[in-house]
C-alpha cells in the first residue's frame, strides 16, 4: 500500500464528495480529500513527533480546554485527514488519556449549560442550568475560585462569550438564554474575556441587547480593561485586564479575524504576568455546531483549530514547568462514527446517528503538574474538584447562597 | 402554501428529515426551555431544519397540507 505523509495528507482537502443517505436514522457521508489542495486545512501543522509531552510537578496555572461537542471519532476524523492514520493530533500526544461521563441532573443527554456547570462547579444541574444546582442554589465556579485565591482568571472561546460553556465558568442563572444578564457578571472576576458576543455588552440604542441603555464596555474600559475589537487591537493590549469582542455575534473562525490559537496566546501572555499564577479555560465552541449540522468537514476543520490552540496551551506549559493543561469536551454532538479511511483514494467515510448530542463518555487528556490525579473514568464533575485540589483550594464545590 | 414554523431544542436533535411526512400529533422533537415534547400541531412536510447557533435549536419548517 502507498504510504501517506502527514504533511501530504494535510494538503490534500479541497475536493469533497458528500453523499448522503438515510436509512433507521442513521446518515452515511463519503468525504474525499485529494492530494492537491492546501486551502481549507493549510493553518494545521502535524506534529512530526509522536512521542507523550513530558510530566513535570507543582501545581501553579490550570488551563483547561473545551471542545464543545468533540468525542473520540471527531478527533479520530480530524487525525486521519490531517496526520494520517499513524500521525496524531497535539491533544493526543498528552501521555495521560482517559474519559469522562458527561449526564445532567435531569438527563441522560446533556446540554451545554449542565455540562459546562458540571466541569466548573464540580455539581451536576439541569439542563439550561449556569452556575447553579437544579434547586437554584449558586455554586462558585472554579474560575471564581481560583480568582477569590488571588490568580488572574480568562477566558477564550470562538462562541459568544456570554454562550453556555464560558457563562457556566463565569455566571449564576437559570437560563442559558439569559445572555444580557450573564454578560455584566463576566466583568466581575474574568481579567480577560476574548470572543465573540459584542452584541450583549451594548445598549439598544447601539445595535446591543443590553437594557436601560447600560454599555458593558464603556463600563469595562471605565474599570481597567483594555478593549480590542480587531486582530490589531488584540495585539496591541497589554492591560492587565482585556475584553477583546471580535463580532456582535459568534466569531467566523475566518481571517482576519485572530482564531482561537491566538486568542490562547495573547490571554497567557496577560494571565502569565500575575505571580500567583492563572485560570484559563479555552472553548472550541463551533465543534458542536458543526456536528449539529452533520458536516465533516467544518467538524475537522473546528477539531483542528481547537488543536492549534491546544498546541500553544501545551507549548507555554512545556517552558513553564508549573501549568496543569486539560483538554476534554462537554458532550459529544452527532454520535459521529467512522466507517472506513482509505489513505490511496483519500476517502473518509462516517456515519451520523444524530443531529443532537449523546450520552457517550468523552475524551479527557491531563498534561504536567497533576496530571495522574486524572487518570481512570472520571465524571465532569470530578475535573473541577481535582484542579481545586491542586490548587489547594478548600471548601469546594462551593454554595454561595 | 402555509408554512409553520417550530422550534426544538438542539440537543435532542430532531425525530424527523428533510422530506418526511409529519403526522398531526407526532413528536419532533423537546421545546427549549420547557423541556417537553414538542408535537406537530398540523400534518405536512419537512422542508427545511436549520440549526440556530446562537440559540441552540433547530427550526423546523413544515409546508402543511
Redesign the interface.
Same mark, same amino acid.
Given at each position: 500500500m502507498k504510504q501517506t505523509t502527514p504533511s501530504a495528507i494535510a494538503l490534500g482537502f479541497l475536493s469533497i464528495l458528500l453523499v448522503a443517505s438515510?436509512a433507521n436514522a442513521q446518515t452515511n457521508f463519503q468525504y474525499e480529500t485529494p492530494k492537491d489542495s492546501k486551502d481549507y486545512i493549510g493553518f494545521y501543522e502535524p506534529s512530526p513527533d509522536i512521542t507523550p509531552y513530558p510530566n513535570p510537578a507543582g501545581v501553579k496555572n490550570v488551563i483547561l480546554l473545551i471542545g464543545d461537542g468533540l468525542g473520540h471519532n471527531q478527533i479520530t476524523a480530524a487525525r486521519l485527514v490531517a496526520a494520517g492514520p499513524d500521525g496524531k493530533l497535539h491533544m493526543e500526544r498528552i501521555a495521560t488519556a482517559s474519559s469522562i461521563t458527561t449526564h445532567a441532573a435531569? /438527563?441522560k443527554? #446533556?446540554? $451545554?449549560a449542565a455540562a459546562g456547570t458540571a466541569l466548573a462547579c464540580g455539581i451536576k444541574t439541569n439542563?439550561?442550568m449556569i452556575g447553579m444546582d437544579p434547586d437554584g442554589k449558586r455554586y462558585q465556579t472554579i474560575l471564581q475560585a481560583a480568582k477569590h485565591k488571588g490568580m488572574s482568571t480568562g477566558i477564550a472561546v470562538t462562541?459568544?462569550v456570554t454562550h453556555?460553556t464560558p457563562a457556566a465558568f463565569t455566571a449564576h442563572v437559570k $437560563?442559558? $438564554?439569559s445572555e444580557a444578564r450573564i454578560a455584566p457578571q463576566l466583568l466581575e472576576q474574568t481579567d480577560v474575556i476574548l470572543g465573540g458576543g459584542r452584541r450583549y455588552f451594548l445598549p439598544a440604542d447601539a445595535g446591543g441587547r443590553q437594557p436601560e441603555g447600560v454599555d458593558l464596555i464603556k463600563k469595562a474600559v471605565d474599570s481597567g480593561y483594555t478593549y480590542a475589537s480587531d486582530a490589531a487591537g488584540l495585539n496591541a493590549a497589554r492591560a492587565p485586564r482585556l475584553l477583546g469582542l471580535f463580532q456582535n /455575534? /459568534?466569531l467566523e473562525t475566518i481571517p482576519p479575524e485572530p482564531d482561537l490559537a491566538e486568542l490562547t496566546a495573547k490571554a497567557i501572555e496577560i494571565l502569565s504576568a500575575n505571580p500567583h499564577g492563572f485560570f484559563l479555560m479555552v472553548e472550541g465552541s463551533?465543534i458542536?455546531?458543526a456536528c449539529?449540522?452533520n458536516n465533516i468537514r467544518q467538524t475537522i476543520r473546528q477539531t483542528l483549530l481547537f488543536d492549534k490552540a491546544v498546541k500553544v496551551a501545551v507549548d507555554f506549559a512545556l517552558r513553564d514547568r508549573s501549568t496543569l493543561i486539560l483538554v476534554t469536551s462537554d458532550h459529544e454532538t452527532g454520535g459521529l462514527s467512522i466507517k472506513n479511511w482509505d489513505p490511496e483514494t483519500r476517502k473518509l467515510d462516517v456515519a451520523w446517528s #444524530?443531529?443532537?448530542?449523546t450520552g457517550v463518555p468523552v475524551p479527557l487528556y491531563a498534561l504536567g503538574p497533576g496530571a495522574r490525579r486524572f487518570r481512570g473514568q472520571l465524571d465532569n464533575t470530578d475535573v473541577p474538584k481535582h484542579i481545586a485540589a491542586l490548587l489547594g483550594i478548600d471548601d469546594f464545590p462551593k454554595p454561595l447562597d | 402554501m402555509k408554512q409553520i414554523v417550530l422550534t426544538a431544542d438542539a440537543t435532542c436533535g430532531v425525530d424527523a428529515k428533510v422530506g418526511d411526512h409529519i403526522p398531526a400529533g407526532r413528536r419532533i422533537g423537546v421545546q427549549t426551555e420547557t423541556g417537553k415534547p414538542l408535537i406537530a400541531p398540523q400534518s405536512g412536510a419537512v422542508s427545511e431544519i436549520i440549526f440556530d447557533p446562537d440559540r441552540h435549536e433547530f427550526r423546523i419548517v413544515i409546508d402543511v397540507v
Open positions: 438515510a435531569n /438527563a443527554i #446533556t446540554d $451545554s439542563n439550561g462562541c459568544e453556555a $437560563s442559558r $438564554s /455575534a /459568534a463551533q458542536d455546531w449539529h449540522n #444524530t443531529g443532537g448530542h | -
